[in-house]
C-alpha cells in the first residue's frame, strides 16, 4: 500500500484563457486552472483517475490499468465528467441531481468526493477535493451549457442506486491468498483471475480521505458478484493517516485522534451499508508506515481503538491494516490493558514474501498469545504488477486466516453513539 507512483497519459492542451484553459465537452464549456492536467478517458482508457494530482477527466472510466499504490499524502482538486447516460451507480459516494445551473452544496463525507447528476446538457460530474469542495464546486457552477440539451435525458433512471438486496451478513471462515488493487477490477478481469490466480481474497477500497483511486465500478452489484463467485471480500477505509498534511493527516493530539477514529468507522460503516455489506463485516482500516513512534504511537492506539469500539457499537467487526515496525508494536504495547478494543484481525505489512502469519512474520513477541487463533493476516509483497490468464493488474499479495469464531464477542453497550 506504497504511494501512488505513475502518471496518466494527457490530451492536448485545449486554448489558454486568462485565468486558466478552456475545455468544451458534451455541450458544456468550462475553464479550469492552468496547471490541471487534461485527461481524455476516451483516448487513454488505461488512464488512473488519481485522486492525488488536479486533474480534469474527460469520458466514461475504462480499465484504470496504470493504477498503482493506494494511500496518498495529499488529495487535491479533481473534477470527472462523464456522459450521463452510462455513468456507473456508484454506492460509495453521494449523487446530487440538478436540472439548471445551480451546483448544490457538497454534502459531509470523509471520502470527499460527490457526484452531480447535471440533466443539462446530460453530463455527471464527479468532484474530488483536498481539503474543501468549494473551488471545484465553483468551477462547475461557472461552466456553460452550449448546446442544446437532450431533451428528456434521464437523470433519474440513470442515478438512482441500484437497490441493495439482503445485505451480506458477516463472512465465512477463510484461510488462504489474497489481493488488493488500488481501483477494484472489471468484471471480466475478476472472472478471469478466479479461474486462474491462486487468489481467493480480494481487497476493496470503499473509502476515506487518502484513497488514491477513485471507484467508478464500485457498486453494490460488483460486490454482490464477487461474493458469489466466491471470493473472500476485504472492505477498506483509507483514513487519516501517521504524516503531516492538511487533507490526509491524523491528529497528533490522541484525544482528537479519538474523534477521528469514530469519524473513520462511522464513514466506513456508511459505505459499507451502501455496498450491501451487512453486519458483522470485517472492515478493515488501512494506516501507513511511519518512523517517529514517539509522536505518532500514542495518536494512533487511539484512533484505532476508537475505530474498533465505534464499529463493535455499530455491529460491525474490525481489523487494522498497520506496518510491522510501527503499528504493530504501538498496538501490541497496549494489547493487555484494552484487549476489547483492539481490532477483531490484524493486517500486518512486511513485505519478506513469506507467505504466513506466524509471530516472526507477523512483528509479534513470540507466545505472547496477541491475536491467537484465526484473527490474523500478513501482506508478505507489496506493490508489483501481476499476470494471470493474461490479465495483469497492480497488487499487493497477502497471505489470510481468519474465522469470526475466534473473534472476541461483540460489546456494544459502551458509549453507544447514535448513528443515521
Known sequence: MATLLGAALLAPAPPAAADGRTVEYHGMRLTVPAD??????????????????????????????????????????????????????????PTLRTDGAEVPPAPPGDSREVRYALRHPGVMATLSYGNSPDAVRELLARARTITPATAGAPAADTVSPAMVRRPLTGQPAFTGTGFDACTAPTQSDMDTWRADSPFRAVGIYIGGRARACAQPRLTSGWVRHQAEAGWHLMPIWVGPQPWDSSSTGLSTDPSEASDEGVEAADGAVEAARSLGLGANTVLYNDLEHYTDRDTWDAPVVAYLTAWTARLHALGYRSAAYVHAASGVPALSAHYHQAPQDMPDVLWVARWNLSASVTDADMGLPAGGAQWPGRRRAHQFRGGHDATFGDVTINIDRSRLDIDPAAFPPLRRGRDLIPFT
Request: proline share 7%; net charge negative; charged share 30%.
Open 36 to 93: 490541471w492536467r487534461v485527461v481524455d478517458l476516451d483516448r487513454n482508457p488505461e488512464a488512473c483517475l488519481r485522486l492525488d494530482l488536479p486533474t480534469l477527466y474527460l469520458g466514461h472510466a475504462g480499465s484504470q490499468g496504470e493504477c498503482s499504490g493506494r494511500a496518498v499524502r495529499s488529495r487535491a482538486d479533481t473534477l470527472h465528467l462523464e456522459p450521463l447516460d452510462g455513468a456507473p451507480e456508484r454506492a460509495d459516494i
